[in-house]
């Protein structure tokens, strides 16, 4: 009987006639929905149709209705041409990413932490203030400072020689294997403090009466954040890390921009640098094109795949 | 469903509105070609093209280079505006490459009135650059004037358009050249000042030099430490590092290969023993701690204001990459009087041999120059314009001499002059911005003004040369019995072929040829590999493997495809 209820309001829901009175109710709505439609057909869908170029020996004379069509020979010539080298572009972008989600997700969780912990309103929300600061700097600007800084005659080298811990200048950007440590660091610097709010508010969440009762049974500092804090924000962790893991090849494009140069171009070249050195210097849209579909599906497969196992391990999850 | 149908029909909508958006874009394309039907009416019409004051059109020019904006109420930008009825807005390259910014010009669409552009080949594929060739014929004497006939031939692209006209490299009457606006190992005259002024014809000399002088001088008079060698080598600047091999092997500057005048054949100066010598005494003075060991890593910006304290003993570079800006702040700082200005030394492998690093005569390069664009809001006026500036004598002494009577003055003999005053004035970078506008990428003379007497530019006006340097130049130029750069560098005087230069052929390669691709792919690996051989510890090992990757890139393709273009000349 209730099974069959169930499915005669299932009925009735979707029976439900489209009437003008219906639409005259739902007209805000409608208007609202409207313009979201319009919007994501405009700049997520219609763009899409550039894809074909990949598919293409597109010039731009002949626009995409014109241009030969010639399969997956553009695909072709990156995967399998050595010498433009696209895996190695493909590796640094996917392991600046992976480097710089960890240590910019366990810097904001810690620093948010630790700001909680800090009691005093007057301290807290100074250093908060401060730390975000860096978020509205344009990487132009970050990367002008990281130069200087790591520059021969920089703070950071004059540091090092005064406490002696080396005796010789160190060229920082002349070094491939320091470039990805340079790049997260700069990450981390710029965007600690603008990740931890989220997590602070997360933070903030969290009923009170749970540490007071873990006060009353005896837990300490460190325990109520190992008990309290970590698994209250364990949901938002969890969401933060899909939506970023879906970012993971936009290991960024400024920063390596701006700091490389021709020593360390083979650590620091990632996949948006390539798509502008052939698609837009060598006027190839084509291959650009073909190296930029490439990244969206590793992309959508990484979101996919992490999906599936937070819902497998019950945890928070996209969808 | 009807809300479905309502949705669809929504959706549908804006397709076609967006169809449309396109459908116009696509109705605009043939605009161009509508013009040169219609050439017939333009053309007389262009001839006949007078400026009523008080009308001016506002053009845009943006030039693949970075530069200097001037001030929207420049001066004597406003004076060109009343007489001409033009005035342009020049934007320049600001961070990205000139292929990066010309790329993102042809995914957008939208071109500026004027372009110049290292990749000229780009925009003519992209169909954004109007036909001249009737608007060249409009002008009879310009044309006859400017280029000879097979010049303006260079210029024609394959489909028989001529795009663009190169604004530089002209000379009018009687050559004044008194600047080498080419490449070369350039050093302070404080340094030759010290050392006695010797002959220095090799790359050990002059690192000897250096070496000596900054043994005994480590540091400026304020404290400021010396640098002996530094070396720019950001993206297509990085020429400073890459092709002085030619040079010192004794050729001119084909750019990209040697051209190998009695056998008429193409040879590649990478791989050369001249090259080789060249990185290992690089190499050897890397080791020594005598190359700033920030060579490799700074960017244009950081090495022009490095330049600009003075502390920079010797580079290679040409003289049009740093001497504009440099030399104005020497001259503000008073470092000029310090003996702080670089002066050209044709060096050469060996002791003895010919150097061809000053080019005489005229040097056309029909790979890039100014394109009027398919946007262009009035052609016709645009053309003329660009005409003025090759013809009429007064537009260009107001470009490049300034106003008479505030930028300089007129003696009895009708010879133009500044005082000490006008010539500050005019190096100082706000005193340029809101006063002076050279439109320095439009047409331009070097030699001899209309009037038979003075310079078409400043520099070449012999008073203002000599009253412009400082005495420790003076001094310089005279202990070496010579009165200008070319005498100084002591180029062999001698014509080119009609070939040159060749770099003007492969700066127009794309990937589409095996060729093209191997071009790219070896500059990648210069790029990477040139600042790793100069490091590193090992130098023939260093070479071996750069030479390794180098011959990966099949340079053989680039090579045998110059080698087509060059045998087209025999």
Known sequence: MAKEKKNKNVDEIKDRKITWKEIKRQKALLIISFFMLVYGIVFYYLPLAGWLMAFQKYKPKLGIFGSKFVGLENFKFLFMNKSVAFWPVVRNTFFMGLLNLVTQTVMAVLFAILLNEIKANVIKKPIQTISYLPHFLSWIIVTGILHDALSNSGIVNELLIKFGITDRVIDFFAHPEYFWGIVAFAHCWKETGWNAIIYLAAITAIDPCLYEAASIDGAGRLQKIKYITLPGIKPTFMILLLINIGNLLNAGFEVQYLLGNGLVKKVSDTIDIFVLKWGISQNDFSLGTAAGIFKSVISITLILIFNNIAKRNGDERLF | ?570
Not at chain 2, 114 to 124: A, N
């Open chain 2, 1 to 570: 469903m009807k809300k479905k149908l309502v949705a669809l029909s929504l959706a549908s909508i804006m397709l076609v509105a967006s169809l449309a958006g396109c459908g116009n874009k696509t109705a605009d394309t043939p605009a161009p070609a509508s013009k040169t039907e219609s050439t017939e009416s333009s053309k007389t019409e262009v001839a006949q093209t007078e400026t009523t004051p008080g009308e001016v059109t506002d053009f845009t020019f943006f030039i693949t280079m970075p530069g200097s904006e001037i001030n929207s109420d420049n001066e004597i930008a406003q004076i060109i505006a009343d007489k001409y009825g033009v005035r342009i807005k020049e934007t320049w390259l600001t961070g990205q490459t000139a292929s990066e910014a010309t790329g993102t010009l042809i995914a957008g669409g939208e071109y500026p009135d004027f372009i110049d552009s290292d990749e000229m080949q780009m925009l003519v594929d992209a169909d954004a650059l109007l036909p001249l060739d009737d608007y060249i014929d409009a002008y009879p004497e310009f044309k006859k004037l400017w280029f000879t006939d097979e010049e303006w031939e260079k210029f024609r692209q394959p489909d028989g358009h001529i795009y663009w006209i190169n604004p530089f490299g002209n000379t009018l009457g009687q050559s004044k050249a008194t600047t080498h606006n080419d490449e070369a190992f350039w050093i302070q005259v404080r340094v030759l000042e010290w050392a006695g002024y010797p002959e220095i014809k090799t790359m050990d000399q002059y690192f000897d030099v250096i070496e000596r002088y900054i043994a005994a001088n480590p540091t400026m008079d304020d404290g400021t430490a010396n640098i002996a060698y530094t070396i720019l080598c950001e993206d297509w600047r990085y020429f400073c590092l890459e092709n002085a091999g030619q040079f010192l092997a004794g050729y001119p500057n084909d750019g990209s290969v040697i051209v190998n005048k009695s056998t008429m054949t193409i040879e590649d100066y990478n791989t050369s023993e001249d090259t080789k010598k060249y990185l290992k005494k690089l190499n050897e003075e890397y080791q020594k701690g005598f190359v700033d060991p920030e060579s490799f890593t700074q960017n244009y910006d950081e090495y022009i204001s490095k330049l600009s304290t003075g502390r920079v003993l010797g580079m290679v570079d040409q003289w049009w990459d740093f001497a504009y800006t440099v030399n104005d702040v020497f001259k503000t700082q008073g470092l000029d009087e310090k003996g702080c200005n670089y002066v050209c030394l044709g060096l050469t492998t060996e002791e003895g041999m010919d150097n061809r690093w000053h080019t005489y005569d005229d040097t056309v390069n029909q790979a890039s120059g100014v394109a009027i664009s398919v946007d262009c809001k009035d052609p016709d006026k645009a053309f003329k314009f660009l005409v003025d500036c090759a013809m009429d004598q007064e537009l260009h002494d107001l470009r490049f001499w300034g106003v008479k009577g505030v930028d300089y003055d007129v003696d009895d003999q009708g010879l133009y002059y500044r005082t000490d005053e006008q010539r500050v004035n005019w190096a100082d970078t706000s005193y340029q911005a809101a006063h002076r506008c050279q439109y320095s990428y439009m047409p331009q003379w070097s030699g001899t003004s209309r009037d038979g007497k003075n310079a078409n530019k400043p520099e070449e006006q012999p008073s203002e040369f000599m009253n412009n340097m400082a005495k420790p130049l003076v001094d310089c130029f005279n202990a070496y019995g010579v009165t200008t750069y070319p005498e100084m560098i002591g180029s062999v005087v001698e014509t080119n072929g009609p070939w040159f230069p060749m770099y003007s052929y492969s700066n127009n390669f794309t990937k589409d040829t095996p060729g093209g691709l191997a071009w790219t792919l070896m500059g990648e690996c210069k790029h990477e590999w040139l600042p790793k051989v100069v490091m590193a510890p090992d130098f023939e090992k260093g070479w071996s493997d750069y030479m390794a990757a180098y011959n990966a890139c099949k340079p053989e393709d680039f090579l045998k495809e110059m080698q087509d273009i060059l045998d087209t000349f025999k």
